[in-house]
């Protein structure tokens, strides 16, 4: 079964406009962590935003900001004003916890392009 | 500046050849991994290792070998039992601190079949 579902190949926006990607996930443990990473086209995953299944607020971070639906499994990451240099891939990832090591495994992502 | 370094960024493979991605941190992260990357797709995970002398397999191992005998280095064969090795390759590291770690990565090796 797929752990971590992002349902939207591609998204375009508007330059100084929001843009939130959808991120769903499918957990049974009680403590696992949640992540964004942006993808530009050199290839580098840059590690955006972190939301902890216990953290009671959503994570902010800049322009970035995680709306984190736990009774959902949802963890939509928001970027606010976007600018040209946030045209990338988006990827929505979950490390869960001792049963399956820690291990990270990420969604299929989103293109995210934005217009001047 | 601290960070991981990958070598070299574009890597030729002929048939039947065995080829080395290299893997550097300089981070002191116990952990390390290896991750492969199909166009326009998602990463999957080849091969980690959470303390120097140790590794497991990831989702995909198969065609793929790793050593890890140093902290620092973490590098990745990719063996003729590969069949189809034309991808992007990531490594990342991190220090394990459960579920909220953080891993970090390096700017990747794209690998092509001649």
């Known amino acids: 079964a797929q752990k971590i579902t992002q349902t939207q190949p591609g998204m375009f926006v508007q330059e100084k406009e929001a843009v939130t990607l959808d991120c769903t996930y499918d957990?049974?443990?009680?403590?696992?962590?949640l992540f964004w990473y942006k993808q530009p086209s050199s290839g580098e995953m840059i590690f955006l935003i972190y939301?902890?299944?216990?953290?009671?607020q959503n994570a902010t971070e800049g322009r970035y900001s995680l709306n984190f639906q736990k009774a959902r499994k949802s963890a939509n990451l928001v970027i606010s004003a976007s600018q040209l240099g946030d045209s990338a891939m988006y990827f929505c990832a979950m490390r869960e916890g001792p049963s399956n090591d820690y291990k990270l495994s990420f969604g299929a992502g989103t293109t995210v392009t934005v217009r001047a | 500046d601290g960070g991981i370094t990958q070598s070299p960024k574009y890597l030729f493979r002929k048939e039947g050849q065995n080829v080395t991605l290299s893997c550097e941190q300089n981070l002191n992260h116990d952990a390390m991994y290896w991750y492969r990357q199909d166009p326009g797709q998602g990463l999957r995970l080849i091969y980690y290792?959470?303390?120097?002398?140790?590794?497991q397999k990831g989702d995909i191992a198969e065609g793929y070998s790793v050593s890890r005998e140093k902290k620092e280095s973490f590098p990745l064969t990719v063996t003729s039992a590969q069949k189809n090795p034309t991808a992007f390759y990531l490594c990342?590291?991190?220090?394990?601190?459960?579920?909220?770690?953080?891993?970090?990565f390096g700017p990747g090796t794209r690998l092509l079949v001649l």
């Open positions: 290792s959470q303390i120097v002398n140790d590794f």
């Open positions: 990342a590291s991190s220090t394990p601190t459960g579920a909220m770690e953080t891993q970090y």
């Open positions: 957990t049974s443990d009680q403590s696992y962590g």
């Open positions: 939301q902890g299944s216990y953290d009671e």
